[in-house]
């Protein structure tokens, strides 16, 4: 019998948050950004930290990200899809919920940003609908980040 599909977008408890933390490698390999998995976005931005589930209601892919409504800012902080989940479309379903939320608090643009050698980030964010500029300094002396701006695509909602 074959896998239920995904279940839409829905908040991230701090359970999720928990087990997302202990099993980092599972979306992000052998990379380790547990410094970016900061415990705020589920205590304090709780609006846009969210989940998808698969059908063991293990979390299958998640986005951090925050709404800064007086400035008409949506901010993606960083969205992850379990690496056995890849390729179904969650991390665009992700941010079709945030944009959806983001647009509620009166947002009217969404910004992120990626390492200038992530380039499936880059070209993710492209089919989104995002433009995008290389800041060479973004993160400091050095660190040169790309910087996604704009509005989504119309239909993202």
Same mark, same amino acid.
């Given at each position: #019998?074959?896998?239920?599909?995904? !279940? *839409?977008?829905?908040?991230?408890?701090? +359970?999720?948050?928990? &087990?997302?933390?202990?099993? /980092?490698?599972?979306?992000?390999?052998?990379?380790?950004?547990?410094?970016?998995?900061?415990? #705020?976005?589920?205590?304090?931005? !709780? *609006?846009?930290?969210?989940?998808?589930? +698969?059908?063991?209601? &293990?979390?299958?892919?998640? /986005?951090?990200?925050?709404?800064?409504?007086?400035?008409?800012?949506?901010?993606?902080?960083?969205?992850?899809?379990?690496?056995?989940?890849?390729?179904?479309?969650?991390?665009?379903?992700?941010?079709?919920?945030?944009?959806?939320?983001?647009?509620?608090?009166?947002?009217?643009?969404?910004?992120?940003?990626?390492?200038?050698?992530?380039?499936?980030?880059?070209?993710?964010?492209?089919?989104?609908?995002?433009?995008?500029?290389?800041?060479?300094?973004?993160?400091?002396?050095?660190?040169?980040?790309?910087?996604?701006?704009?509005?989504?695509?119309?239909?993202?909602?």
């Amino acid at each position: #019998m074959g896998a239920l599909a995904p !279940v *839409d977008p829905e908040p991230m408890t701090k +359970d999720d948050f928990d &087990a997302i933390t202990r099993n /980092l490698a599972a979306f992000w390999g052998e990379r380790d950004p547990v410094d970016l998995h900061h415990p #705020m976005f589920v205590h304090e931005f !709780v *609006d846009g930290a969210l989940v998808i589930r +698969d059908a063991q209601a &293990a979390v299958a892919a998640y /986005l951090f990200g925050f709404f800064v409504p007086d400035r008409g800012l949506a901010y993606v902080h960083l969205v992850a899809v379990r690496e056995d989940q890849r390729g179904k479309g969650l991390a665009r379903q992700l941010y079709a919920r945030f944009w959806m939320l983001a647009r509620e608090r009166g947002c009217t643009s969404m910004k992120a940003i990626a390492r200038p050698e992530n380039t499936t980030s880059i070209a993710f964010h492209h089919a989104l609908g995002l433009d995008s500029t290389e800041a060479p300094d973004y993160s400091g002396p050095g660190r040169a980040r790309i910087v996604f701006s704009g509005q989504p695509i119309p239909g993202l909602t």
